[in-house]
């Protein structure tokens, strides 16, 4: 098997092959002047072949669609799309008539070349259901807790109820304890978090979430724990945007981080391993 990434999973693509001891094939890829992309597949290729690449933003996603019809017209019988970070996840329902569903839309968009799809943390599970070819779900859970318990985290804290099964399962694995604080969403900007008890006093806390974007949920959540007394505040994610006022709003923890399922200064925690077994297993 090889392995090959859009521009998007160059560092992660790499990691990946060295952990399997497979052949890593970054591909050709540049750029128009109108803005259209340009992919090539250089040199010999096995039948088959994980490609990974996060699609976000637009332009990655067009670069995975070349890439899978590229490895094709190379004479690749079997792909295993792995998408670390899934573009157009949070639309996965109808919210006002007449929205496209982003989500599936994708998915359909993304099966057509693949003959397994995997994907990490994704936002919404459901997404699968949309896809008829076998899918695998990957979580970050282990990388995130071993970070967090280099730092002597104490209890690990979702920002809404809707994470709380994140947060569990991160503790567990770090035999920490877990609670959740309650979030309203006002606009896509705008949030508030209830006041909500929780025994965080004089403790090293760590708030664990799925995407992490503008961080205006990252840093009300840290308000409210500084109240009720926590010593130390993390943020962590699996998939880290930081667009907007990100960097404003981080300054309210102690310290954050992301994985690498979007390559940032910010990428402090690989999900490589994680990957590197799902490869060994479904390959």
Known sequence: MNIVTGSASYLLGEKIAQLLNEKYIPPVIEKFPDGEIYVRIEGEIEKEVALIQTTYPNDKLIELFLLQDALREKG???????????????????????????????????????????????????????????????????????????RDVDVVISPDKGGVERAKLVAEAMNAEFDYLEKVRLSGEEVVIKPKNLDVREKIVGIVDDIISTGGTIARAAEQLRRQGARKIYAVCTHGLFIGKAEENMKKVNDFASTDTIESKYSKITVAEVIARALQEYA
Do not use: C
């Open 76 to 150: 690749v019988e079997r792909i295993i799309t792995v998408v670390p970070y899934f573009g157009y996840s949070r639309q996965d329902k109808i919210f006002k008539e007449g929205e496209a569903i982003s989500a599936r839309a994708m998915a359909k968009h993304i099966e057509l070349y693949s003959d397994i799809f995997i994907g990490i943390d994704l936002h919404a599970p459901s997404i699968l259901n949309w896809f008829s070819i076998p899918t695998v779900h990957l979580h970050a859970t282990e990388p995130i807790a071993r970070f967090l318990k280099e």
